[in-house]
C-alpha cells in the first residue's frame, strides 16, 4: 500500500470509519507481531502486547496528527508497550527471588544465547549491541526508513546513520 492511501485510512479511522482501521490492521499486524517477538523472544507475549497497543490505538488514534507518522507512531507504541511488559515481569521476578541470590553482575553472554548458533549471520548479530539490532531489524526486516526509525527509537537520525554504518561494518568485519 503506498503512503498517500495509508494517510487517507489513518484519517478515515481517525473520523471514526471502522473499515479504515481494519484495513490498517491488517497492513501493519503481522509486522508489529514480528518486531514485538524480536524484542521479547516470546511470540505468545508478542501477540498479546500488540493486541494492546490496538487497542490503544483505536482510543488515540484523534491525538495523531500528522498521518504520515503513523507507522513511526505504531512502532514505537509497541517499542514501549514491550518495555512496560519488560519492566513488569523484572519487578515480579525480582520479588520471588530472594535477594541474596541474586547475581551480582550480569552476563553479555546472556544476549548471545537467544543467537541461533546455526548460521554465521546469526552469531555475528548477537555480537552487535542491542541498539544496533534494533536498528539493523527496523531498517533491513521492517524496510522502515531513517527518519522513521528515528522516530521509532526516539534518538536523532545521525545516531540511527551512524549506528547503522557501525553494524554494517562489524558484520562485515565479523563475516570476513
Same mark, same amino acid.
Given at each position: 500500500?503506498?503512503?498517500?492511501?495509508?494517510?487517507?485510512?489513518?484519517?478515515?479511522?481517525?473520523?471514526?470509519?471502522?473499515?479504515?482501521? !481494519?484495513?490498517?490492521?491488517? +497492513? /501493519?499486524?503481522?509486522?508489529?507481531? #514480528?518486531? =514485538?517477538? $524480536?524484542?521479547?523472544?516470546? @511470540?505468545?507475549?508478542?501477540?498479546?502486547?500488540?493486541?494492546?497497543?490496538?487497542?490503544?490505538?483505536?482510543? #488515540? &488514534? !484523534?491525538?495523531?496528527?500528522? @498521518?504520515?507518522?503513523? !507507522?513511526?507512531?505504531? $512502532?514505537? =507504541?509497541?517499542?514501549?508497550?514491550?518495555?512496560? /511488559?519488560?519492566?513488569?515481569?523484572?519487578?515480579?521476578?525480582?520479588?520471588?527471588?530472594?535477594?541474596?541470590?541474586? @547475581?551480582?553482575?550480569?552476563? %553479555?553472554?546472556?544476549?548471545?544465547?537467544?543467537?541461533?548458533?546455526?548460521?554465521?549471520?546469526?552469531?555475528?548479530?548477537?555480537?552487535?549491541?542491542?541498539?544496533? #539490532?534494533?536498528?539493523?531489524?527496523? +531498517?533491513?526486516? +521492517?524496510?522502515?526508513?531513517?527518519?522513521? &526509525?528515528?522516530? *521509532?527509537?526516539? *534518538? %536523532?537520525?545521525? !545516531?540511527?546513520?551512524?549506528?547503522? +554504518?557501525? =553494524?554494517?561494518?562489524?558484520? $562485515?568485519?565479523?563475516?570476513?
Amino acid at each position: 500500500m503506498q503512503q498517500a492511501q495509508l494517510d487517507l485510512l489513518v484519517l478515515a479511522m481517525q473520523d471514526g470509519d471502522k473499515r479504515a482501521f !481494519t484495513l490498517l490492521y491488517q +497492513h /501493519y499486524h503481522r509486522d508489529l507481531r #514480528r518486531f =514485538a517477538a $524480536y524484542l521479547l523472544a516470546n @511470540p505468545a507475549a508478542a501477540e498479546d502486547l500488540v493486541q494492546n497497543v490496538w487497542l490503544k490505538v483505536s482510543r #488515540r &488514534i !484523534t491525538r495523531l496528527n500528522d @498521518p504520515a507518522v503513523f !507507522t513511526s507512531w505504531l $512502532y514505537r =507504541a509497541v517499542r514501549w508497550e514491550v518495555l512496560d /511488559y519488560q519492566k513488569q515481569a523484572a519487578n515480579c521476578k525480582q520479588q520471588a527471588v530472594d535477594v541474596d541470590a541474586l @547475581p551480582a553482575q550480569v552476563s %553479555p553472554a546472556n544476549s548471545q544465547q537467544r543467537a541461533d548458533d546455526s548460521g554465521d549471520l546469526s552469531k555475528a548479530l548477537a555480537l552487535l549491541a542491542a541498539e544496533e #539490532r534494533l536498528v539493523l531489524q527496523l +531498517h533491513y526486516l +521492517h524496510e522502515l526508513e531513517l527518519n522513521q &526509525i528515528a522516530l *521509532i527509537v526516539d *534518538i %536523532p537520525l545521525g !545516531t540511527v546513520k551512524s549506528r547503522l +554504518h557501525r =553494524a554494517r561494518q562489524q558484520l $562485515y568485519q565479523q563475516l570476513q
